[in-house]
Structure formats: structure tokens, C-alpha cells
T-cell receptor
């Protein structure tokens, strides 16, 4: 158990809909990273938050947005969903390991868009 | 250009034998970190081992060791004494930069390779 929690575990929705994925980092971790794993694109970094502020942005679509709240949990909002958005979405939080900050992943949310 | 390349889509190994999973990387940043993660069929991502670019010795964690050849830009994962439970997808990943800035905050996205499916036969 990495200590990172994600809800829901599975989500099935229709095209055009909007969903929210939730992540709670490990206790004390200030950084949250979101990744998308799809068959087409593999594992890709989407966005990072640190203590409530956006720190880095990757290949995140404009239809997607995220935020980190004062209690450090984070939400990833996906709107106008398309079939190609079906993927496993991971959240990771940073822990200090051997002089650097490493990432431990949550169990993921499997999104299926029909 | 691919920053992380895993050339072996699939690998097979006999139980109790050792196996090497290949990973090459490309970066111009002198400071970087290399990681291996395991993803079983259940889907979770499990951190296995880390090697920093300035580390003088190859990293080891139990049955996992990282064969780091900086000049060749390779960071191969060696699993000794394979077990049936080692059957999974394995990802190599790289973080460029030191992983934190002067303010002590953390940054550093991970860039992943395409993965290698390892199957351990009894």
C-alpha cells in the first residue's frame, strides 16, 4: 500500500459527460502528480500541483483541469469526454528518498467512456 | 525523440533464474534520476528501484539491481532468482533535474518507457 488513495476505482460514463477523479496524497506529501495510461499513448504526465499551486503541465488537454485543495487532496476534472479518454488515471505523491523526491502511485481510476 | 526506450516488448524467464530488462535513456541534463516500476495485472504501479545520475554505485533493492552504464545511457533492471509473482509489466522512467528547487519544493515529472511484459515460467 503506497498510502496514496484514489476514488473511484472504476468509472463508466458516456461521451460528452464530465467526471471528477479524486486523489489523496500520502500524509505529509505536498506534491500531487497526475498521469494517464492508455494503450495508444502509454504512461503520460498530465499535471503537477504543489501545496495548492500548479507546478508543471504535461500533455493535458484543455478539456481537462485539476486543482489541489487546502487539505492537499486533488481532483482531476475531465469534461466533454471522448472515447479516446478511456484510460487508467494515476495520481502520485512525492516522498523523500535518498536525497531526492520520489513518486509513489495510487491504485488508479479506470475510466471507460462509452 | 524517445527519452526512454525499452526495446523488449516481452521477456520470458524460468523461475529461479535471473533476467535483465533493458532501458536506454536520452537527456542532456547532467542531473537526472532513473526509476523502475512494476505494474501487475491488477494495475497498480509499484516503485522498485532508483538510481541517481551522480550515484557512484549501482542501486540494489533486495532481488532487484540496476545496471547503470552512464556512458552508454543505459539503466537495465536485473531481477535475480525470479519468482512467479514477478510476472508483470515493468516500466523504466526518468526524472530530469534534481527533483527539487532551491526553495525546497518538489518538481520533476516522470517520463516513462513503453514497458516490458515479463512472464515467469514455473
Amino acid at each position: 500500500d503506497s498510502g496514496v488513495t484514489q476514488t473511484p476505482k472504476h468509472l463508466i460514463t458516456a461521451t460528452g459527460q464530465r467526471v471528477t477523479l479524486r486523489c489523496s496524497p500520502r500524509s505529509g506529501d505536498l506534491s500531487v502528480y497526475w498521469y494517464q495510461q492508455s494503450l495508444d499513448q502509454g504512461l503520460q504526465f498530465l499535471i503537477q500541483y504543489y501545496n495548492g499551486e500548479e507546478r508543471a503541465k504535461g500533455n493535458i488537454l484543455e478539456r481537462f483541469s485539476a486543482q489541489q485543495f487546502p487539505d492537499l487532496h486533488s481532483e482531476l476534472n475531465l469534461s466533454s469526454l471522448e472515447l479516446g479518454d478511456s484510460a487508467l488515471y494515476f495520481c502520485a505523491s512525492s516522498v523523500h528518498y535518498r536525497g531526492t523526491y520520489e513518486q509513489y502511485f495510487g491504485p488508479g481510476t479506470r475510466l471507460t467512456v462509452t | 525523440a524517445q527519452k526512454i526506450t525499452q526495446t523488449q516488448p516481452g521477456m520470458f524467464v524460468q523461475e529461479k533464474e535471473a533476467v535483465t530488462l533493458d532501458c536506454t535513456y536520452d537527456t542532456s541534463d547532467p542531473s537526472y534520476g532513473l526509476f523502475w516500476y512494476k505494474q501487475p495485472s491488477s494495475g497498480e504501479m509499484i516503485f522498485l528501484i532508483y538510481q541517481g545520475s551522480y550515484d557512484q554505485q549501482n542501486a540494489t533493492e533486495g532481488r532487484y539491481s540496476l545496471n547503470f552504464q552512464k556512458a552508454r545511457k543505459s539503466a537495465n533492471l536485473v531481477i535475480s532468482a525470479s519468482q512467479l509473482g514477478d510476472s508483470a509489466m515493468y516500466f523504466c522512467a526518468m526524472r530530469e533535474g534534481r527533483g527539487k528547487n532551491a526553495g525546497g519544493t518538489s518538481y520533476g515529472k516522470l517520463t516513462f518507457g513503453q514497458g516490458t511484459i515479463l512472464t515467469v515460467h514455473p
